[in-house]
Every structure is written in C-alpha cells, then in structure tokens.
C-alpha cells in the first residue's frame, strides 16, 4: 500500500507522527508531502527532528500569504505531485489550508481520499478550518473519526457508511511524549520559576490577534493574572501586535518563542493551567489534567467542557477570572482513546484498499 500525506501546520507535524511510525512498521510506502504552510523553524523543522518522523520527501513552500492565495498556491504544486507519485491512498489532517488542499487535489485526480480527524465541528462559519473540514469530510471515501460525538456529526450529514472511530492520533503522541519528558525540568524564561506557579499561553486565530482592541484586551487580562504567564508567540502574533504597536510583555507576560513539541508538554504538565485558542493544545492538556481556558466563542472537543475541564472566555472581561478559577473535579475519562488510534486509522485505510 502506499501512501501519500499531505501536511503543512504543526498540528498535522504531530498527528503525522504516529501515522508514520504505524507505516513503517508495516512495510507500506510512505510519500509525505509538506506544504510549507508553516515555514517558521520553530513550527515545522523542530517537529520533524524531535518527533522522529522522516524528512519530507516533497516540499511545495508555499509560505505565508491569504487563504484563497496560499490554498490555491498549494493545489497549483499538488497535480504534478500526485502525477509522479500516484499513490493508493492521500491522507489528509486535520482542518488547514493545507487539508482542503489536499483534499481537492486527490478528487480532482480521482485518488481515494482518508482524512484523519474527521468529523469535529464548532458550528461556527465565520471561521475557515471549519469549511475546511466540512469540504474535505463530504469530498472523503474515508472518515477517520476521533471520538464518538465526531461520529454522530458524520452520520448527520449522511456519512455515516464511510466513518470509522479510530480515537484521537495527538492522544497517542501525546502519551508517549509525556513519559519521555517526566523527568526532564521545565524550559522556562529565567523570570519564570519552575518550582512555583505559572501558567502557558498560545494565541493565533484571527479572530484574537486581527482585532486591536480584542487583542490588546486579551493581552491586558493576562496582564492582571495571579502568576507568571509564558506567552509562546505564533509568529502571526508577533506580527500583528508589531502592526497594532502592541507590547505583548506586560504585567505577568513572559514572551518566548514556541516550544518545540516535548517541550511544550513538558511546560503544560507543570503549569497551573494553559490559555490558548488552539484545538490541538486544549485537548493536550486535557490529557495532561492541566486546566484549560479558551479564548473562542466555541469548542470542537466539546468533552473538555463537558467534564469541566476547559472553560470558554469569549468575554475578555472573564479571562481573568477563568483562568483563576478552582481546579476541576478528577477525572478517568478517556474520550480521545486509548492511544492505539494510529495502528486503527491505518488498518482503516488499509481494509479499505482491500474491498
């Protein structure tokens, strides 16, 4: 069997992972493509070294640019690609520019199309990864789904017939990294103790960081918090707070470049709680039993919320005092899987090809 990965943003860097992994050990062939969505060092090369997963053997950079021009960049690299490769299956990941990419290019050339994921939805059409993974689940022969709330979403759209539970991919990465990490101490800025309190911060989504105002608020609030806040700054956010005239470091902020991935886990586990509006980073500290507050009007991984460990603060007013609150309630819950999900999607796949 072989396959093709189409991959661009750290998130998929991590999702691939495991996927790469499950396929050497099968003996299938393996074509991974990047598309350089994330150029930055710090959000692409880092995770492909610690990670352990094979170099590219394809990179389009496309870079940095609107979301019609970066999709369409992608799509213009994907043909010639598929011509030479022409794999059995493409696989796409999660909710980019670069999955709808992807997606569209492997119908396009009539290439079965898995994508891993499926199934997730905020409901909210103001945002682009939502249309993203709403196209690329209805252009899909096969839906890899994470948990079973994203099943239910696929059987009522009528894809019920081509969904699999799989479990959650980030789960098994993230397991595993968290065990090699344990022992290791803390990267922190050395204005930050790693033996006191702390919190670690993302933010990236336009909606936080193209509004002035809503980011300055957000900024100002993380300002006023009860301890340090590391404040690992996505390149798009240094950008537009330099265009704003923003200073990110205020009050409690402490402003880093992004972790690589274990470093990342390993900051969250001893922090006092994570605010990000990431998808990827709320589950992972769920996982993690780090409490978690996401600045978005809206979740896919509903079962954070659900189990108290995720609150919403689409209010920059609450932000403060949600990212204080009390610890939650323990919890077994393990609706993201058992960390098995990879060996499950590429089966998946696998007796897919085989009907």
């Not at 069997?1 to 050990?25: D, N």
């Not at 948990?147 to 979403?153: G, I, R, S």
């Not at 978005?296 to 007013?317: F, K």
Request: charged content about 20%; proline content about 6%.
């Amino acid at each position: 069997m072989k396959i093709l990965s189409v991959v661009g943003a750290r998130p998929q860097f991590v999702k691939l992972a495991p996927i790469a992994e499950q396929l050497t050990a099968r003996g299938d062939e393996h074509v991974i493509v990047h598309t350089g969505q994330h150029y930055d060092i710090n959000m692409s090369d880092v995770f492909f070294r610690d990670l352990g997963i094979p170099d590219p053997d394809v990179h389009l950079a496309v870079g940095s640019a609107s979301h019609g021009r970066q999709t369409g960049a992608m799509l213009a690299g994907m043909d010639e690609v598929l011509e030479e490769h022409r794999p059995d299956w493409v696989l796409v990941y999660g909710d980019t520019n670069s999955t709808v990419a992807g997606a569209l290019s492997a119908v396009k050339m009539g290439i079965p199309l898995a994508h891993l994921e499926a199934g997730l939805r905020s409901f909210n059409r103001r945002m682009p990864e939502e249309h993203n993974r709403v196209l690329t689940d209805h252009a899909a022969d096969l839906c890899l789904a994470p948990t079973e709330v994203a099943m239910a979403h696929l059987a009522h759209e009528g894809l019920a017939d081509s969904s699999v539970l799989v479990g959650d991919v980030m789960t098994d990465v993230l397991l595993k990294v968290r065990d090699t990490v344990a022992d290791r101490d803390p990267e922190l800025p050395p204005a930050i103790d790693p033996s006191g309190r702390y919190y670690v911060a993302t933010l990236h989504r336009a909606e936080n960081t193209d509004d002035p105002a809503r980011l300055a608020g957000i900024v100002e609030a993380l300002a006023k918090v009860d301890a340090p806040v590391l404040l690992l700054a996505h390149p798009r956010l240094r950008a537009r707070a330099a265009e704003q005239g923003l200073d990110l470091s205020q009050g409690a902020v402490e402003v880093a470049d992004p972790l690589p991935y274990p470093s990342l886990v390993r900051a969250a586990m001893s922090s006092a709680g994570v605010i990000t509006d990431s998808g990827g980073l709320q589950k992972e500290a769920f996982l993690l039993r780090v409490p978690c507050t996401t600045v978005r009007t809206e979740t896919e991984w509903t079962e954070t919320v659900d189990l108290g460990w995720n609150v919403l603060a689409a209010d920059v007013s609450t932000l403060a005092a949600a990212v204080t609150r009390p610890a939650p309630e323990p919890t077994q819950a393990a609706p993201y899987g058992d960390g098995h999900a990879a060996a499950r999607a590429v089966e998946a796949i696998a007796a897919g090809s085989r009907r």
